[in-house]
């Protein structure tokens, strides 16, 4: 059981972030805490005037931005020490998050548009995040990559639509790598995936009423 103190806080982001991450499996100490909630006020901070987020109550927040990032990793139980490359990352989600809770993790978070990833850039530095980096890029802008060793082990997104990424991740994933696209709802046309199938599809539940969602995970084509 979670008992989470901050006395100079009068948000309720840590109590909402603490159940949602119970909800999922997740436990954290108040150092790791901390970090989140230090997250949570520098993107409170930016999205006055960058578009960060739409999401506005701590609640949402918390629940939808925070904890939801974290379900990527059931889709990776063996998560330590592999290459993830976080597309259309935005405010950083959910590679922080998932980076703040598995430290091993080799994280590389592409973000096109030049004021987030001004964001990233301060907030990596804020919470003194290593192995980590910022890739201002669009997927498709990215060629196919000689060298094996230069591709990633998992790509993922929150924000970003599968028929967006699927063309394009291919010349980006190491030959057994995988795509996880968080969803609302599984793939209803398989036949749409371009030399990627289905590996998986786990469903999970959110707390305050958020429902259920969907890790969709690909992977190529035998």
């Known amino acids: 059981m979670f008992h989470v ?11 909402f972030f603490v159940e949602g991450a119970k909800n999922l499996g997740f436990s954290f100490d108040e150092s790791i805490l901390e970090k989140f909630h ?18 506005h109550t701590e609640q ?7 904890a939801d990032s974290l379900a990527g990793a059931l889709a ?16 950083g989600f959910p590679g922080i998050p998932l980076k703040l809770a598995f430290p091993s993790l080799k994280v590389t978070l592409m973000e096109p548009r030049g004021n987030k990833t001004a964001f990233l ?25 000689i060298h094996e060793e230069d591709k990633w082990d998992i790509a993922i997104s929150k924000a970003v639509s599968l028929e967006a990424i699927v063309p394009h991740v291919k010349n980006i994933l190491k030959k057994d ?16 995936l371009k030399g990627m199938t289905i590996d998986q599809e786990i469903p999970y539940e959110l707390p305050y009423e958020f429902g259920t969602r969907v890790l969709s995970v690909l992977k190529h084509d035998p």
């Open 38 to 55: 230090l997250y949570y006020k520098e993107l409170s901070f930016w999205n006055r005037s960058v578009n960060l987020t739409g999401l």
């Open 121 to 145: 850039h301060t907030v990596i530095g804020k919470l003194e995040l290593t192995g980590i980096s910022v890739l201002q890029k669009r997927l498709e802008a990215r060629r196919s990559f």
């Open 5 to 15: 103190e901050h006395e100079e806080n009068t948000d309720q982001f840590l109590e």
């Open 60 to 66: 949402e927040q918390a629940v939808l931005l925070f």
């Open 76 to 91: 990776f139980p063996e998560h330590s020490s592999l290459s993830i490359v976080d597309i259309g990352t935005g405010g």
């Open 177 to 192: 790598g995988k795509l996880v696209v968080f969803r609302s709802s599984n793939i209803d046309n398989p036949s749409n």
